[in-house]
């Protein structure tokens, strides 16, 4: 019970200073996964994506390996598969013990519903689409996975067979399965309708760094939080702030 309350509790003060001020609905869902599944926060196992929770490839792949998983069996749905028009459909079974019948779950990817950041690889998108969904029916998990968001889709490897590359410590990536700065921060610029320019020069300006890219972790994680606050209590001010980071044009006469 003592460690359930601690894994709990540090999950819950690792997403408040991750992702702001969360609602207290949200927190309880985040207890309630934490509590049922021992998802980890710090290992990258849910996401906070505004207003939902996500769960992720790696950490379903971490649930199916502590409860004893058997095997994951892929195969192609052939006769669903266009490789010129880069259509690609699996089905994944996953046995949770010897002798189950298993749990299927299909997954697609095509070029129009994964993320430009991805395309060229919709065959390994949507193979871990497929285990991701099957990994869900097996062991309950009710949300959707961060890899089968089509607009932010960034899983481009298989199950099994991730690679991480090495980053240095001040890197505004994850190396560490933590959710990336840089996702954190395209989805905030999309959903209040931002200029994505103006708010890397103000980022900047709010680090303290020449760029955004030289700037700490930490101090981006900060900034992160504050235009998150900035862009709910007030949009309107917010976006004279950013205009304050617009070039002026030169008038030629």
Known sequence: MKKNFRLVRSNLK?????????PKTKLDELRALVESHSLSVALGDVRFLDP???VTHAGLLRLARRNRCVGIHVQQVLESCDKSAGRWVFKATVYKSRGSKGFAGYGDA???NVSSLVQGAEMRVAETRAVNRAL???YGIGLCSVEELSWLTNSTSPAGERTQSVKPSNSNGSS????RLRDR????IRQHGLDPNLVKAYAAD????PTLKEAS???VESFISHLATSAKENRDGLVCKLNSYSQPVEVKL
């Open 110 to 112: 095509d070029p129009s």
């Open 136 to 138: 869900r029916k097996a």
């Open 52 to 54: 939902h929770w996500y």
């Open 217 to 219: 972790r930490e101090s």
């Open 206 to 209: 709010f680090c303290g760094a």
């Open 185 to 188: 921060l395209c989805v905030l």
């Open 176 to 179: 560490n399965g933590q959710p």
């Open 14 to 22: 690792l997403a408040r200073a991750i992702w702001g001020g969360l």
